[in-house]
Nanobody, 128 residues
Framework: QVQLLESGGGLVQAGGSLRLSCAAS????????MGWFRQAPGKEREFVAG????????NYGDSVKGRFTISRDDAKNTVYLEMNSLKPEDTAVYYC?????????????????????WGQGTQVTVSA
């Protein structure tokens, strides 16, 4: 079992920035692909960003490309999401997710069903 704990959410004005953190526990954090998803009320959970294990390649959802940056620090068992130029439509609960090391070191899962573990979520609210 991998436990994930998100932090850093809050209320921010449009155009502002937030940095989310996800602290992970469990066996061999460096062996997990990591991702961020978000879910707004009444909508499906949406892929935001992902980062592979080993190689550390990244991928982003179309709606956040150029604005958000995912990174990881394996020494701290932590993955980050830097969010810049925030828009009201970014308002959602943001979830950290992990995929166990049963895959290529370059693979970045983008579907909810491709992840094994989930955090409890942290609320991000962007006001106009």
């Amino acid at each position: 079992q991998v436990q994930l704990l998100e932090s850093g959410g809050g209320l921010v004005q449009a155009g502002g920035s937030l940095r989310l953190s996800c602290a992970a526990s469990g066996r061999t954090f460096s062996g997990y692909a990591m991702g961020w998803f978000r879910q707004a009320p009444g909508k499906e959970r949406e892929f935001v960003a992902g980062i592979s294990r080993s190689v550390g390649t990244t991928n982003y959802g179309d709606s956040v490309k150029g604005r958000f940056t995912i990174s990881r620090d394996d020494a701290k068992n932590t993955v980050y999401l830097e969010m810049n130029s925030l828009k009201p439509e970014d308002t959602a609960v943001y979830y950290c997710a992990a995929r166990s090391a049963t895959h290529s070191g370059m693979w970045i899962p983008t579907a909810v069903a491709e992840y094994d573990y989930w955090g409890q979520g942290t609320q991000v609210t962007v006001s106009a």
